[in-house]
């Protein structure tokens, strides 16, 4: 049998165990979860030691699937797309597979460009998160950690970054908000610019970042059912 050491994991205040996280979602309507996106959306991420090796959005799904026989979910999400290219690859598939609960994460990769557009990448999104609202899913989008005031940037290119990441932040809140959507604000997490939930490779996170942004998302989908 292998032993998983997540003992940090289970200490970590940010962090939800998987049996929490199911009991907050316990009374959720959701039944068909559909997650669209880049390399984050993916679960793209780096283990880290006492943490369970696990993207987010398998552990949202996880905690909804608890004693839901009916329950599905897909996972759409590939390394390296833009917006415009996730919307164009991943929007048509996620509409045949009639959503009531789509995860989008995108803008990361417009970022890095050097013709970042915030307007283009807005519309972009608003293209994406329109047809799946306007069928009926609730849109959850979720923000970028702040790696650029992690520290792990050099100065040069965290200059620019900390902007474009700011910004990227702001559209995609107001995006969400425009098509009745929920926005889950990791970008302003207290943990956000942690250099401990970094991957070395500093573009994407660790097991650790996973399982805090999982534990975000469980509690504002779980704040969402009493409002």
Avoid: K
Avoid at 11 to 38: H, S, T
Avoid at 51 to 70: E, M, W
Avoid at 139 to 161: I, K, N, Q, W
């Amino acid at each position: 049998m292998t032993i998983v050491d997540d003992a940090l994991e289970r200490a970590d205040p940010d962090c939800l165990p998987a049996a929490a996280e199911a009991a907050l979602l316990r009374d959720a309507p959701w039944r068909r979860l559909v997650v669209l996106g880049d390399s984050v959306a993916a679960g793209v991420r780096e283990p880290r030691p006492g943490y369970l090796d696990l993207g987010f959005a398998d552990r949202v799904a996880r905690a909804l699937a608890r004693d839901r026989a009916d329950f599905r979910y897909v996972n759409l999400g590939a390394r390296g797309l833009r917006v415009a290219e996730i919307r164009d690859r991943q929007l048509r598939t996620a509409l045949t597979h009639e959503p009531d609960l789509a995860v989008v994460v995108a803008g990361g990769n417009d970022t890095l460009s050097t013709r970042f557009d915030p307007a283009a990448v807005r519309r972009g999104l608003l293209d994406i998160l329109g047809p799946l609202a306007d069928r009926g899913a609730l849109v959850v989008t979720l923000g970028l950690f702040d790696l650029a005031r992690s520290g792990l940037m050099p100065p040069e290119l965290a200059d620019t970054m900390i902007g474009r990441f700011d910004e990227l932040e702001a559209l995609t809140a107001a995006a969400s908000a425009e098509v009745g959507g929920l926005h889950v604000d990791t970008h302003h997490h207290p943990r956000a610019s942690d250099p401990d939930i970094f991957a070395s490779d500093l573009i994407h996170a660790n097991a650790a970042g996973h399982a805090i942004a999982s534990a975000a998302v469980v509690r504002a989908l779980a704040g969402r059912l009493t409002t």
